[in-house]
Structures are given as C-alpha cells and as structure tokens.
C-alpha cells in the first residue's frame, strides 16, 4: 500500500501545479471555460429560482393558513392532467353561492367574494379632477374583503354590509391609485370617478404582499361593493372554446377554534349540492389552500431547478472534456520532464497527484470564477427589474466543490497515463 505524501512533498507538488497552470495561462482560460459557464449558470440562476421561492412563500403566507379559495377551475386542476375545455364547461360562481354559505355554513367566520379578478378582468380608469390612473382592476367584494384577504386598511375605513345592501357609491382604493391621484392630499371623502361611475372614496388600503417580491401590479386595483359592481358592469362573462369564463373567486375563513378540514368539508357539501352532483360525480370547482398553492409550487420548483440542473451538467461536461483533452496534450508535451522527475527519484503517486491537483486546481478556479460571475449575474437581474434573489453560502461551496470534482475525475485519465510513462522512454522522447 502506497504512503501518504508529506505535507512538505504535498505542497511542493501543489506549488509545482500551480506554477506550470500560471505559465500558461491562455490555454488554463480555455480549457476551463465550459466550467466557468458552468457553474455560472448554476449560482445564476440558484439565486434567481431561490430569491423567488422565498418571496413567494412569504406571500402565500400572508395570506393565512386558514384561508380557503374556492374557484371554477385553477392550476392545480390544469396541473392534474384535465382538460382545458371540460374545465371551461364548469358552472359558474355566483353571488348566491356566498349567500348559501353564510347561511348554512356554521363553520365559516367571514365569506368573501370577488368580483372582477382572474377570468375576464374589469380594468377602468380612476379619474379625480385633472389626474387620472392608467387602465387597473376594480374588484366587487363584500365588507370582509380587507379581513379574509389580510390586508390592512391603512387609512379611512371599509365599506359596510349597509353600505353593500344599498348599493353604496363608495370605493376604497389600492395604494397605486392613492398615490397617483392624491400625492399629498387625503383621500378620504373626495369624490372620484371610476369609469363612467362617481364614487366617494372612503379608505386606502396598505400594500398587498406581492408574489415574488417585485412590482408585479399587485397595488393596481380598486374596490367597490360587489352590488355597485353588478349595477355598473354586471358580471363579466368571456365565451372561449364552446365555455364560458367569469370572473369570480370566493374566499372564506373558518370560525376560531374550526378545523380548516372542516370547513372544507363544509363548503364542498353545499356546492355539490347547488350544483346537483351526484355521489359518484367528481366536484366542479376547485377549492384551494395554502398547503395546495405551494405543494404547486414546489412540483413547479423543482421541475425548474431540475432542468437547471440538466442544463448546466452538459454544460460541465463539455468543461470536463475539455479539461482531459488539453491535459492529455500536456502529459504529451511534457513528456521528458515527466521522465527526467522520474529519474532523480520520483514516485509514480507523485506524479499522479501532481497532474490530478493541476485539474483540481485549475477547475476550482473556473468554479470561483463561475460563481462571482453568477452572483454578478443575480445582483444585476435584481436591481434591473427588482426580481428577488437569494445567495446562500452553500451555493458557492457546491460550485466551487462540483468544479473541482470534475477537474479531478476528467483529469484522471491523463494522470494515470503520465504516472504510467517508462521514464527512459520518456528521457528519449523528441
């Protein structure tokens, strides 16, 4: 069994390594540039799919553990393999199927609809005097739309359930239309005019959590009684594909002290019911938590980040190929040096280790490289469109250490040819 080196002759080879890498530094450039995109695509893109993922699952649970959306169809349904056109089929929400919740449902706290938002959505302009607002949402809700959705009315208040009966000219506006139209005045009380409407507006409301944590028009938007709502534009309604789309979506929030199951279990018995389905028919509407949105999420993730993986391996590859190719060329060329260290007593572990560390080393430097251009890649995607990023220690050491492996394993080839080499025959070689 073959000793151990040193610690002096183990520093000496290293030294040695990086001595001839330096000599040639062109041909270290190329050869390790397939490492370098590499594990610039790996750190690169890491920070972008991570920063996401993190923002993301800060906003979905923003939104309440507890909360429940039921909806017509939704990605979880598209992602479970059905048919676009059979989903389109679906009967449509209504404002009666909240009634019959809030009514029969004693597991359910609040009930929430939304008009106006997915499907077909009602996009106007908010006018107060000479300002207006480019095109936004207006979304019908009821008084419990700011509660069931967690979002704080920052200033004024939120329209009552009076104020829904009589079909009350009142709005409460998103933070982009509060800025653009009152920049320095409160809004409260002022008369504006949403579309060809005139409504008094009577609070703002704070931020909404945006998915992934960039402007995304998450603040575009105002809300007005969902009976306004019907009075100004009836229910939206888009004819696709022999179906018909509404925009429509109902949240609720189960009583404190309530199993979320429960409540689930609740609201799936009175829709089926509504909705004439018998024992053996499978549900036509969705019902999404915050456990279903990011099990998507996660499948979505990590198909992602597989790809990514896939991608950046072939890039690697290449890199790896490359490594062995030019270190092959080098054992060539350096054929009577290799026989001349031979010959004043060289080992043939050392001259083994001595190619491998000139691989390994050279690729590691490919992967440092490769990560400070993926992390430049990450910081200026970030601050050109304010997309999130993350960028964890691990992420350089895995791109440093996944770089240097290569190094070491496509360099295996040409070290053991070097280490084999008669040291005559390599003293003659011309």
Do not use: C
């Not at 890498?21 to 490492?35: A, F, N």
């Not at 008369?191 to 603040?219: H, K, M, N």
């Not at 490359?322 to 054992?331: D, E, K, L, P, Y």
């Not at 992967?367 to 469109?385: E, P, W």
């Amino acid at each position: 069994m073959a000793k151990p080196l040193g610690g002096g002759l183990f520093g000496e080879i290293v030294s040695m390594a990086v001595a001839t890498l330096l000599e040639q530094k062109v041909r270290s450039g190329l050869t390790i540039l397939g490492i370098v995109i590499g594990i610039m695509s790996i750190v690169g893109i890491t920070s972008l799919i991570r920063g996401l993922d993190e923002s993301l699952r800060e906003s979905i649970s923003a939104m309440g553990p507890d909360t429940i959306f039921l909806t017509k169809f939704s990605a979880i349904s598209m992602g479970s393999g059905r048919e676009f056109t059979e989903l389109l089929r679906r009967p449509n929400l209504t404002p009666g199927d909240v009634d019959a919740m809030s009514e029969q449902a004693e597991s359910l706290a609040s009930v929430n609809i939304v008009l106006g938002q997915g499907g077909n959505p009602t996009r106007e302009r908010v006018y107060y005097g000479a300002e207006q607002t480019k095109q936004i949402n207006v979304f019908g809700s009821t008084e419990n739309y700011a509660e069931v959705l967690h979002i704080e009315v920052v200033d004024g208040r939120f329209f009552t359930p009076g104020e829904t009966r009589r079909r009350a000219a009142v709005v409460v506006l998103g933070q982009t239309p509060a800025q653009a139209l009152f920049p320095n005045l409160d809004p409260v009380g002022k008369r504006v005019r949403v579309g060809d409407a005139r409504y008094t507006v009577i609070g703002v409301l704070g931020e909404v959590p945006s998915p992934g944590g960039f402007d995304a028009g998450q603040d575009d938007f105002v809300v007005i009684p969902h009976t306004s709502y019907q009075k100004q534009f009836g229910i939206r309604a888009e004819r696709m594909f022999g179906g018909e789309m509404r925009a429509v979506m109902i949240a609720a929030v189960p009583r404190e002290g309530v199993d979320r199951d429960t409540a689930i279990a609740d609201i799936e018995r009175i829709m089926r019911i509504r909705h004439r389905l018998r024992l053996d028919e499978e549900n036509d509407f969705d019902l999404i938590t915050q456990d279903a949105i990011l099990g998507l999420w996660d499948q979505i993730s990590g198909a992602t980040f597989l790809s990514l993986i896939v991608v950046s391996s072939i890039a690697l590859l290449v890199g790896g190929i490359g490594v062995m190719a030019i270190m092959t060329i080098s054992v060539t060329e350096r054929t009577r040096e290799i026989g001349t260290r031979r010959a004043i007593g060289a080992k043939r572990r050392e001259i083994l280790w001595q190619f491998l560390l000139e691989a390994g080393f050279l690729t590691a430097v490919g992967g440092v490289i490769g990560s400070v251009l993926g992390s430049t890649l990450g910081i200026a995607v970030h601050f050109a469109t304010g997309f999130p990023i993350s960028l964890p220690w691990w992420s350089f050491a895995l791109g440093i250490g996944f770089s240097a492996t290569v190094g070491i394993l496509f360099g295996l080839f040409p070290a053991i040819k070097a280490s084999n080499l008669d040291p005559i025959e390599a003293l003659r070689y011309e």
